[in-house]
Nanobody
Framework: QVQLAESGGGSVQVGGSLRLSCEASGDTGSMYCMGWFRQAPGQKREGITAISTFAGNTGVTYYHDSVKGRYTISRDNAKNTLYLQMNSLKTEDTAMYYC???????????????????WGQGTLVTVSS
């Protein structure tokens, strides 16, 4: 069983930056995919980025077109923590942000919430002008 806990959300002005963290605990297995999702009020949960891990090594990263070039996903295996660096923030980035874990490879379905096994409680990001 894996537990995830996000932190780092807050309020920021347009053009600003935030760094989100997600600490994982429990048995993740040797091969898994971790991703970041966001959900605005009244909207469906949207996959924005993911990163694959095999035997403790970082693999391929994936990005939604809307955040490509502005967001960077990374992880610190020693600290068992996933990060999301968000730059050049826009008002449309306002949402609850969740980290999630999917057993096995990320694959073509990395953007689908239904494929993930564990979820954090979320951290709120508010971008204002």
């Amino acid at each position: 069983q894996v537990q995830l806990a996000e932190s780092g959300g807050g309020s920021v002005q347009v053009g600003g930056s935030l760094r989100l963290s997600c600490e994982a605990s429990g048995d993740t297995g040797s091969m898994y995919c971790m991703g970041w999702f966001r959900q605005a009020p009244g909207q469906k949960r949207e996959g924005i980025t993911a990163i694959s891990t095999f035997a403790g090594n970082t693999g391929v990263t994936y990005y939604h077109d809307s955040v490509k070039g502005r967001y960077t996903i990374s992880r610190d295996n020693a600290k068992n923590t996933l990060y999301l660096q968000m730059n050049s923030l826009k008002t449309e980035d306002t949402a609850m942000y969740y980290c999630a874990l999917k057993k096995g490879a990320c694959g073509a379905s990395w953007m689908s919430p239904a494929e993930y096994d564990s979820w954090g409680q979320g951290t709120l990001v508010t971008v204002s002008s």
